[in-house]
């Protein structure tokens, strides 16, 4: 009778705790998947002329959670990227392809002062220098705090975070590869009408491990780049522009001294691009740009020329949706370079559930390549780094799912076979692939890694 009473006690209090909090919060589940068959023969670079394509599926599956109150907001997305075959069809998975990808907390001080701690996306106007990589499977988020201020016409994000490889007594050097120790930004975008103008600082600091060259001493150490800029976008009627410019200062963090007085390489360096797009008629949109990003001369020998690194990098941008999707561009590669002046044209067409594009890329180096077959004096090779053709087709099966393909086509050039030390000029560097996209509630198009 007791043990009766007391079930009952239990199941009143749980319920009324159910209740007073669906009274005033909601508790909602979502997903999403996305898979993707890609053939690959020389992506990222000149393919060889005996190498044979690689053929694979990879997916991604997301499970999300929100609860949200009036006050506060708990949010939590699992997701499972893998590789088809990649574990046996009767072993049990212990690859760790399952992990968090966010994981936040959000606080609502006033319906235009939030503030969001904890694992999350930070992505910011297209995705140049801060951006979700949603392209690839397992996709970036950042383990931070930022806080937002948002009204009709005005957003600012003031965020930082600060890594560690785990909690320690004392201190521990961080080398987790590809990321920083410490980082800090501000953004700020104005909508004027159809006018966006956006202003970003990003203080990215980098660890190393200094080892003084007299003593051997090991010291840990974080050097820190500074990146800011504007950018300005006009959305008209008829015709579209877009212009940005970034600038990058601070110190190199891919040249670090030993000695004990050697100072630290400088970094100067800028990436500004300008793009105007014409809507001819309903649906057909035809844009030309011109992007320039900086780099180092391999034939300016000086010392003076030594001491700054002019090579300029997006950091941690989606950049496969910049300059080609063979990603032969800042993908993993081409770093503390020549740089890249890209001239690309793109012309995508909009018919009820179907897309389809052309994006065409002319690439050249910001800075001269040294012909190393001249011994007797420096020469510089040409600045043509070769082409590329993005051919894309998207259908929209049904509202959150997508079926979207593409076909791209590297044409090569003699400077960048020796600027990237391939071992021939193979001219059959091509790339295709076929992904199913269902993002239930999300954007009408699933432009997926896109730039359209």
């Not at 050097?173 to 953004?187: D, R, T, V």
């Not at 594009?357 to 077959?373: L, Q, S």
């Amino acid at each position: 009778m007791k043990t009766k009473t007391i079930s009952k006690l239990i199941c009143g209090l749980a319920a009324g705790i159910l209740f007073s909090s669906t009274a005033s919060a909601q508790f909602t589940f979502s997903g999403q998947y996305m898979s993707r068959g890609e053939y690959r023969h020389g992506y990222g670079t000149l393919s060889d002329t005996n190498m044979n394509a690689a053929i694979f599926v990879s997916q991604r599956m997301r499970l999300n959670g929100e609860y949200k109150h009036e006050k506060f907001k708990m949010y939590a997305s699992m997701q499972d990227v893998r590789t088809w075959g990649s574990v046996a069809n009767a072993a049990i998975d212990t690859k760790g392809l399952l992990s968090l990808f966010e994981g936040y907390g959000e606080l609502y001080f006033t319906k235009k002062i939030t503030a969001k701690i904890g694992r999350q996306v930070l992505s910011y106007d297209d995705d140049r220098i801060l951006g979700g990589l949603d392209w690839t499977m397992a996709a970036r988020r950042h383990d931070a705090g930022v806080f937002k201020y948002t009204d009709s016409t005005w957003a600012v994000h003031v965020g930082g975070a600060w890594n560690q490889n785990y909690e320690a007594n004392k201190q521990v050097q961080y080398n987790i590869a590809g990321s920083y120790k410490s980082m800090q930004y501000i953004w700020a975008n104005k909508q004027i009408k159809k006018l966006g103008i956006s202003f970003l600082f990003l203080n990215n600091g980098m660890p190393y491990t200094h080892v003084d060259g007299v003593t051997g001493k090991k010291d840990s150490i974080t050097l820190y780049t500074q990146t800011t800029g504007l950018r300005a976008e006009y959305k008209g009627d008829k015709f579209l522009a877009l212009v940005y410019a970034y600038y990058q200062m601070g110190d190199n963090p891919a040249a670090v001294p030993s000695s004990p007085t050697g100072k630290y390489q400088a970094t100067s360096a800028y990436d500004i691009c300008a793009e105007v797009s014409y809507k001819q008629i309903k649906g057909l949109l035809t844009t030309l740009g011109k992007e320039l990003l900086s780099g180092n001369s391999q034939t300016d020998t000086t010392s003076a020329y030594r001491k700054v690194n002019h090579a300029f990098s997006p950091l941690y941008g989606t950049n496969h949706r910049f300059n080609g999707y063979m990603d032969y561009f800042y993908v993993g590669n081409h770093a503390n370079t020549v740089g890249l002046m890209d001239i690309y044209l793109r012309v995508h067409y909009t018919y009820k559930k179907i897309l389809f594009g052309v994006n065409g890329h002319y690439f050249n180096a910001a800075a001269p390549i040294r012909d190393t077959r001249v011994t007797t004096s420096i020469a510089a090779l040409g600045a043509n780094l070769g082409g590329e053709l993005d051919a894309t087709l998207s259908y929209n099966f049904t509202d959150g799912v997508a079926i979207q393909s593409g076909y791209s086509q590297f044409f090569g050039s003699y400077s960048l076979m020796k600027l990237r030390n391939a071992v021939s000029l193979n001219p059959k560097s091509n790339w295709a692939y076929i992904s199913l996209i269902i993002r239930p509630g999300k954007i009408a198009w699933h432009k997926v890694g896109l730039k359209m």
